[in-house]
């Protein structure tokens, strides 16, 4: 009786101890919690409309880059990039626009920016308004984002990254998640044996049910296993997965994570967990509800926790983040602040407590 009552009380404790670690981080403000820091990117910046943020390191220093201009898919929409150093982000200094070789004025869409273990860092990005006149393009700098080239089109059949960071595998592949929407949602891959210099292009199985699907997010599993998480217009994130390096993909399958039609990212931790930044709201067709911005984290790849509100504000805007992790094992957050700012947050992974490491707490006690 003794014994029973014993493992009860233990069964009782790791509950307790679970649900305490998962959800405490949420309470954010108090000095345990994971957020250390946040701040405004371009509290200066005099323009009416910023959105679509990405993050890179390179050579010691935080890049980042986004969208910026008079209002959403004008013409004078460019892209803005600032480098964070000696402890503050620099003034934005604009890189790019959508002006075409021959001198036609047209807007810019989701820069991404990539920073290989070798070579210059890359920022690519798209031209034009409508779909299937987009241009992908690409820029890079030799000198950590300091200057920047003059923009070189991609190879024909080539979208480049969608809205996501590309991904550089152990053996060198990068893998950018890519998707189409002039015929539909559909994605597809991007993989480069040259560290992003030529690209193929990889095309996932489509099932007897075709997902309206766009903006992959690549999370490394290691040994060339890897997963990637899609927004889409079916309420929830779907995932797609690869066992030979990105070469070849499953159908998309849908996780645990709502999904209003929003764009997100996500990145493997080193210590293996994956960390996902996305609106976990209900879709519903012909709205835009992009308040409450989330951390979810998985120990299976498969299974995820909502772990931390970043935001949560009714009647507000907090979109489209990009996430990564710095060598310092810190990740970084960039995203849309009520489209006129790009707020940045750090957190420090090892405060964002999950099941795997409480069990192994309450064991050890």
């Given at each position: 009786?003794?014994?029973?009552?014993?493992?009860?009380?233990?069964?009782?404790?790791?509950?307790?101890?679970?649900?305490?670690?998962?959800q405490s981080p949420a309470?954010?403000?108090?000095?345990?919690?994971?957020?250390?820091?946040?701040?405004?990117?371009?509290?200066?910046?005099?323009?009416?409309?910023?959105?679509?943020?990405?993050?890179?390191?390179?050579?010691?220093?935080?890049?980042?880059?986004?969208?910026?201009?008079?209002?959403?898919?004008?013409?004078?929409?460019?892209?803005?990039?600032?480098?964070?150093?000696?402890?503050?982000?620099?003034?934005?200094?604009?890189?790019?626009?959508?002006?075409?070789?021959?001198?036609?004025?047209?807007?810019?869409?989701?820069?991404?920016?990539?920073?290989?273990?070798?070579?210059?860092?890359?920022?690519?990005?798209?031209?034009?308004?409508?779909?299937?006149?987009?241009?992908?393009?690409?820029?890079?700098?030799?000198?950590?984002?300091?200057?920047?080239?003059?923009?070189?089109?991609?190879?024909?059949?080539?979208?480049?990254?969608?809205?996501?960071?590309?991904?550089?595998?152990?053996?060198?592949?990068?893998?950018?998640?890519?998707s189409t929407e002039d015929?539909?949602?559909?994605?597809?891959?991007?993989?480069?044996?040259?560290?992003?210099?030529?690209?193929?292009?990889?095309?996932?199985?489509?099932?007897?049910?075709?997902?309206?699907?766009?903006?992959?997010?690549?999370?490394?599993?290691?040994?060339?296993?890897?997963?990637?998480?899609?927004?889409?217009?079916?309420?929830?994130?779907?995932?797609?997965?690869?066992?030979?390096?990105?070469?070849?993909?499953?159908?998309?399958?849908?996780?645990?994570?709502?999904?209003?039609?929003?764009?997100?990212?996500?990145?493997?931790?080193?210590?293996?967990?994956?960390?996902?930044?996305?609106?976990?709201?209900?879709?519903?067709?012909?709205?835009?509800?992009?308040?409450?911005?989330?951390?979810?984290?998985?120990?299976?790849?498969?299974?995820?926790?909502?772990?931390?509100?970043?935001?949560?504000?009714?009647?507000?805007?907090?979109?489209?983040?990009?996430?990564?992790?710095?060598?310092?094992?810190?990740?970084?957050?960039?995203?849309?602040?009520?489209?006129?700012?790009?707020?940045?947050?750090?957190?420090?992974?090892?405060?964002?407590?999950?099941?795997?490491?409480?069990?192994?707490?309450?064991?050890?006690?």
């Amino acid at each position: 009786m003794k014994r029973r009552t014993l493992t009860s009380f233990r069964h009782l404790s790791f509950a307790f101890l679970s649900f305490y670690s998962v959800q405490s981080p949420a309470e954010s403000g108090n000095k345990f919690g994971p957020i250390l820091s946040t701040e405004i990117i371009n509290p200066r910046q005099n323009v009416s409309f910023c959105h679509a943020s990405t993050i890179a390191y390179r050579d010691g220093n935080l890049v980042a880059a986004w969208l910026a201009g008079s209002k959403e898919a004008a013409k004078d929409v460019g892209i803005w990039v600032a480098r964070f150093s000696g402890g503050h982000w620099d003034d934005p200094v604009r890189v790019a626009d959508g002006r075409s070789p021959d001198g036609e004025a047209l807007t810019t869409i989701n820069p991404v920016l990539f920073s290989p273990r070798s070579g210059p860092l890359m920022l690519f990005y798209n031209r034009g308004k409508l779909p299937a006149d987009w241009h992908p393009l690409r820029i890079t700098s030799l000198d950590g984002g300091r200057t920047w080239s003059k923009p070189t089109a991609l190879g024909l059949g080539l979208s480049g990254p969608a809205k996501d960071k590309p991904v550089q595998l152990s053996n060198g592949i990068v893998i950018s998640g890519s998707s189409t929407e002039d015929d539909g949602w559909s994605v597809h891959f991007e993989r480069s044996v040259d560290g992003g210099t030529t690209w193929d292009v990889v095309y996932p199985p489509v099932g007897s049910h075709r997902v309206q699907a766009i903006q992959p997010a690549i999370l490394d599993h290691g040994h060339g296993h890897l997963q990637a998480l899609v927004r889409t217009k079916s309420g929830f994130v779907f995932s797609t997965r690869s066992r030979d390096w990105g070469k070849t993909w499953s159908g998309l399958s849908p996780l645990n994570i709502p999904n209003p039609n929003s764009g997100l990212d996500a990145v493997t931790l080193t210590d293996g967990r994956d960390l996902v930044v996305g609106n976990p709201l209900p879709y519903a067709e012909g709205k835009w509800d992009r308040h409450k911005l989330s951390v979810f984290i998985s120990t299976d790849h498969q299974t995820y926790r909502n772990v931390l509100d970043i935001e949560n504000q009714a009647n507000h805007e907090f979109s489209y983040p990009a996430v990564i992790q710095s060598p310092d094992g810190l990740v970084h957050i960039t995203y849309t602040w009520e489209k006129i700012h790009i707020k940045h947050v750090v957190l420090d992974p090892k405060r964002i407590r999950t099941p795997r490491q409480t069990l192994l707490l309450a064991t050890v006690r």
